[in-house]
C-alpha cells in the first residue's frame, strides 16, 4: 500500500494541471466525466482487491493509475436507493427514494421513484456546460418527470427496469415479462444484440456525439446482475470452476474487458488523461435465488445484497485522472457513493448548492489518507422512514450499529449462532477493528456505545424525514 507523501504528490499534481490548463482549450479546463457502475459485484470480486480467480486487467488498470479505496460503501444495499444517492450526493432517504422502485404494473399511478426536485449529478453538469447521457439501467422511476431525460441527462439509452435479458432486452422476472429498451423515451428494439455490446456502441458514439462540449456520461451497467451472461469466451475460460461461480465470473470478465474497450476509446480519440473515471458497485452481491444463491466473494464480510452488514454495502471503488490525483494509492479513509457528487464538482469546477448534499469531497480524504480525517459518520436505511420496521445501520469511528439486521446467505442458521435479529439482536453492535465478520453482538458489553450511536442514527432521521 502505498501512502508515503500522499499529500505532497496531491497538491504537487493541482499545481501541475494549473500550470497546464492555465493557457488550453475549454475540454481541458472541463474534463470529461466517466461514471461506471457495476451491479450486484461482490466486495472483493477484482485482483486489486485480492481476488485469485477472476481476470479484471482493464480495472486493475485503473486502479494503477489512480486511487483504490478499501472502506468505501454503497449508500444503500439494494439497487434503486443506492443509484439515488450516487447520484444526489445524499443518502437515500435524503433524496426522498427509500426502497427500490416497484414496476409500472404495480405503481399504476407511478408515483414511486427519484423525486423531480432532487438535483443530481447530470443537471448540475449539464448547467455547468456538460453534454450528459445515461447508458445502461436507470430504476429511479418511470413517470415522465423521473425519467432521465428530465433529471439531466440529454441522452438516455438503456433499461427502466431492474433488470433485463441481455439478449432479448425483456425484463428478467416473473411473467409476463415485458420488452424494456428505450431510446430517450423511445422504446427501440435490438433482439439477439448483446446489451453489454451494445452500451460500449453507445458509449462510443455518444462521445463523438458531445463534439466541443465536454462529457459526462454514466455508465450503469448491468453486470453482474443475474441473469449471469458472460460470453462464451469467458465461460470457457472459467470451465473449471464451479456453478455458480463460473457463470458470475465470466460475465465480470466479460464487463471488465468492455470496460477496457472503452479506454481504448478514449485513449484513440486523445481523451483518456482528460476523463475523470469512476467506478464502483452499487452493493454486495446477490444470494438470489435468480442468481442461483450467490456467485460473488465477499470475503471476510459478512452478508451481501440487501443486508446492511459489511458484505452488503462495502464494495470495490476506484477513481482515475492522473493530471490531478496520484496514481497507485490505495485509500483507507472511510469513503461513500455520496462523496462522488462533491468530488466530481470539486474536480470539474461545477457549482451547486453545498448544504444540499450530505456527501464530502474525496480530495482532502485521498490527500490525508484517514491520517488526518475526522472519524466518519456514516447512516444507512432502506424500506422506509420507519426504523422501528426497516433495516438500517450507522458507522463512527471503528463502531457500528445495526437496526433490525439480516443476513441474506442461505447458509446462514440462526440455530447455530444463537442469533434472534427479531429479539435480543434486533440492536446489533460491532467493532469492526477486532470483528471484521461482524459475528459478534457487543451492544450487552457496550450500552453506552449502543446508546451513543442510537442517538446519532435517531437525530440523522429526523434530519432527513419526509
Known amino acids: 500500500m502505498i501512502t508515503i507523501n500522499c499529500k505532497t504528490v496531491l497538491i504537487a499534481s493541482f499545481a501541475f494541471a494549473t500550470v497546464i490548463i492555465g493557457g488550453a482549450v475549454r475540454a481541458q479546463t472541463q474534463p470529461n466525466v466517466l461514471l461506471i457502475l457495476a451491479d450486484d459485484l461482490g466486495t472483493l470480486d477484482l485482483n486489486c482487491y485480492g481476488s485469485g480467480d477472476l481476470a479484471t486487467p482493464n480495472l486493475d488498470r485503473l486502479a494503477k493509475r489512480g486511487v483504490r479505496f478499501t472502506q468505501f460503501y454503497a449508500v444503500a444495499p439494494v439497487c434503486s436507493p443506492s443509484r439515488a444517492g450516487l447520484l444526489t450526493g445524499k443518502t437515500n432517504l435524503g433524496a426522498g427514494l427509500p426502497g427500490n422502485v416497484p414496476v409500472p404494473e404495480k405503481d399504476l399511478e407511478m408515483k414511486a421513484g427519484l423525486p423531480s426536485s432532487e438535483i443530481t449529478i447530470a443537471e448540475m453538469l449539464k448547467n455547468n456546460g456538460y453534454y450528459t447521457a445515461l447508458v445502461g439501467k436507470w430504476h429511479l422511476g418511470h413517470a415522465p418527470d423521473k425519467l432521465p431525460n428530465a433529471q439531466g441527462f440529454d441522452y438516455f439509452f438503456g433499461h427502466q427496469r431492474g433488470c433485463i435479458d441481455n439478449y432479448s432486452h425483456f425484463f428478467f422476472w416473473s411473467g409476463p415479462n415485458r420488452h424494456d429498451l428505450y431510446q430517450n423515451d423511445e422504446e427501440i428494439y435490438r433482439p439477439g444484440k448483446y446489451f453489454p455490446d451494445l452500451m460500449v456502441d453507445e458509449i462510443k458514439e455518444t462521445i463523438d456525439r458531445s463534439g466541443n462540449q465536454p462529457f459526462f456520461i454514466y455508465w450503469a451497467a448491468n453486470v453482474p446482475h443475474y441473469p449471469y451472461q458472460g460470453t462464451e469466451k469467458w465461460l470457457d475460460h472459467y470451465k473449471d470452476l464451479a456453478s455458480p461461480r463460473r457463470e458470475y465470473a465470466a460475465f465480470v470478465s466479460s464487463l471488465d474487458e468492455r470496460i477496457g474497450w472503452v479506454l481504448d476509446e478514449l485513449e484513440k480519440k486523445g481523451e483518456l488523461e482528460n476523463t475523470i473515471i469512476v467506478f464502483q458497485s452499487d452493493h454486495g452481491h446477490s444470494y ?36 490531478t490525483l496520484p496514481s497507485g494509492i490505495v485509500c483507507d479513509a472511510v469513503s461513500s457513493g455520496m462523496d462522488w457528487f462533491p468530488t466530481i464538482a470539486a474536480l470539474t469546477g461545477a457549482r451547486y448548492q453545498a448544504d444540499s448534499v450530505e456527501g464530502i469531497s474525496l480530495l482532502p480524504v485521498i490527500a490525508d489518507n484517514a491520517e488526518k480525517t475526522p472519524e466518519r459518520e456514516l447512516h444507512w436505511q432502506t424500506g422506509s422512514y420507519d426504523d422501528s420496521k426497516s433495516a438500517w445501520a450507522v458507522r463512527k469511528g471503528d463502531w457500528k450499529l445495526l437496526g433490525n439486521p439480516m443476513d441474506p446467505d442461505p447458509k446462514w442458521d440462526p440455530t447455530a449462532t444463537g442469533e434472534d435479529f427479531n429479539g435480543k439482536d434486533r440492536l446489533f453492535l460491532v467493532q469492526l477493528s477486532s470483528d471484521t465478520g461482524e459475528r459478534t453482538n457487543r451492544a450487552g458489553d457496550h450500552p453506552e456505545k449502543v446508546k451513543e450511536l442510537l442517538g446519532l442514527h435517531q437525530r440523522w432521521l429526523e434530519r432527513v424525514r419526509r
Open 288 to 323: 438470489e435465488e435468480r442468481a442461483f444463491w450467490g456467485g460473488g466473494n465477499s470475503g471476510p464480510y459478512r452478508g451481501g445484497k440487501f443486508s446492511m452488514f459489511e458484505g452488503g454495502i462495502r464494495v470495490p471503488a476506484l477513481i482515475s485522472y492522473p493530471r
